[in-house]
Antibody, heavy 121, light 107 residues
């Protein structure tokens, strides 16, 4: 079945940036958008944006615009989420998820296992 | 941004109970609503999309209904593995927002 495997937990200092990867397998990578969602105890689940692996088009939440960059490498079926100017409130579990769409509507049908990003001095 | 308000925030129920969770949107979203189940330390898992379409492999005791601004997720007979937190998400407009969750615990 569809698999999304994310990179491991990281610790970053305030002001630094982080790049999380999401390797897709067992489906056609370029056929489905990849979304990024983060989760904190305070804010809950927050949608960050998506990337279309087919052409690299992106859509970001206004909240993260200017700090987030989503890219992909189709040769290795991997999507990336880069978040810069990190602050303590960016400490969260970051998920990638596959976007699915049919006649009934869109959804996020498969999720990665999550990557804990800790921002601390 | 569209706000999603889930109620109740916490629900205590017994195995075999019928439970109904509600998600209200701050403006109409048609049927573009999904429900997810999340267990501690795990990623969310898709249960329902298009407000009422059961995701493949999800038990039929789960059902969804609603459109516009009011939606429900019903579990017809609660099983031990259903104790978890449930989230709704709207996919009608950007940003794609989530509700704050309903935690279902064993009575």
């Amino acid at each position: 079945q569809v698999q999304l495997v994310q990179s491991g937990a990281v610790l970053r200092r305030p002001g630094a940036s982080v790049k999380v990867s999401c390797e897709a397998s067992r489906y056609t990578f370029t056929g489905y958008y990849i979304h990024w969602v983060r989760q904190t105890p305070e804010q809950g689940l927050e949608w960050m944006g998506w990337i279309n692996p087919n052409n690299g088009d992106t859509k970001y939440s206004q909240k993260f615009q200017g700090r987030v960059t989503m890219t992909r490498d189709t040769s290795i079926s991997t999507a990336y989420m880069d978040l810069s100017s990190l602050r303590s409130y960016d400490t969260a579990v970051y998920y990638c998820a596959r976007g699915y769409l049919d006649s009934r509507g869109p959804c996020l049908d498969n999720w990665g296992q999550g990557t804990l990003v800790t921002v601390s001095s | 941004d569209i706000q999603l308000t889930q109620s109740p925030s916490f629900l205590s129920a017994s195995v075999g109970d019928r439970v109904t969770l509600t998600c209200r949107a701050s403006q109409g979203i048609g049927s573009y609503l999904a429900w997810y189940q999340q267990k501690p330390g795990k990623a969310p898992k898709l249960l329902i999309y298009g407000a009422s379409t059961l995701q493949s492999g999800v038990p039929s005791r789960f059902s969804g209904s609603g459109s516009g601004t009011e939606f429900t997720l019903t579990i017809s007979s609660l099983q031990p593995e259903d104790f978890a937190t449930y989230y709704c998400q709207q996919l009608n407009s950007y940003p794609r927002t989530f509700g704050q969750g309903t935690r279902v615990e064993i009575k």
